[in-house]
Every structure is written in structure tokens, then in C-alpha cells.
Nanobody, 127 residues
Framework: QVQLVESGGGLVQAGGSLRLSCAAS????????MGWFRQAPGKEREFVAA????????YYADSVKGRFTISRDNAKNTVYLQMNSLKPEDTAVYSC????????????????????WGQGTQVTVSS
């Protein structure tokens, strides 16, 4: 079992930055692909970014490419999402998720492919 806890959300003006953190429990975190998803009010959950177990491969949604960066520190059992140049349309609840297939090099973009989820952290971008 893996427990995920997000932090770092908040209210920021358009053009600002936030860094989200996702702290994981469990010894197998370093073997999991990790992803970030978001869900805005009235909208479906959407993929934001993912990173392989060793950080060797990342993938981003087109809407955040060039503005967001996903990274991980396996020694700290933590994955990060650095968000720059934030826009009002980035407003959502952001959740991290773990794909429990061990040490896979495949990045999965569908929420249903992830096995463990955090509770989420609210990000609000004002115009």
C-alpha cells in the first residue's frame, strides 16, 4: 500500500508560480511511475504530467508544456510539480497518483491506469 499526501497549493495571481509536493509512504515508491492530474469544477479529471520511476522520462499535457515541470526525489519519497506562468484556467484540484507497475518505462496518461491517489490540493489562479 502507498499513501500519498499533496501540499503546496494555494491562491496565486496569473503569471505567478507554485510548487506542489506529493509525499509518499512505502518502500516501493522509487519503483513507481508517478503522475499529476487535475480536476476543475464541472470538468472531468485530466492528465497533467507523469514521470518514470527513475526520472528518466517525463510527459506533459499540451496545455502545461513549457510551463510545468515534474520531478522526483526518491530519497525523500517525494514527487514535485513546479508550475510557472500560471493562468486562470489552471485553477483546479491537483492530485498525485502512483502507477504500481514496478520500474516500468511506460508513462500512462489515463487516470484509470493509476492505483493510488492522494486527496488533492487546491490551486486557484486569479486574473
Amino acid at each position: 500500500q502507498v499513501q500519498l499526501v499533496e501540499s503546496g497549493g494555494g491562491l496565486v495571481q496569473a503569471g505567478g508560480s507554485l510548487r506542489l509536493s506529493c509525499a509518499a509512504s512505502g518502500r516501493t515508491f522509487s519503483s513507481y511511475t508517478m503522475g499529476w492530474f487535475r480536476q476543475a469544477p464541472g470538468k472531468e479529471r485530466e492528465f497533467v504530467a507523469a514521470i518514470t520511476w527513475n526520472g528518466g522520462n517525463t510527459y506533459y499535457a499540451d496545455s502545461v508544456k513549457g510551463r510545468f515541470t515534474i520531478s522526483r526525489d526518491n530519497a525523500k519519497n517525494t514527487v514535485y510539480l513546479q508550475m510557472n506562468s500560471l493562468k486562470p484556467e489552471d485553477t483546479a484540484v491537483y492530485s498525485c497518483a502512483a502507477d504500481s507497475r514496478l520500474s516500468t518505462s511506460t508513462l500512462r496518461l489515463a487516470a484509470r491506469e493509476y492505483d493510488y491517489w492522494g486527496q488533492g490540493t487546491q490551486v486557484t489562479v486569479s486574473s
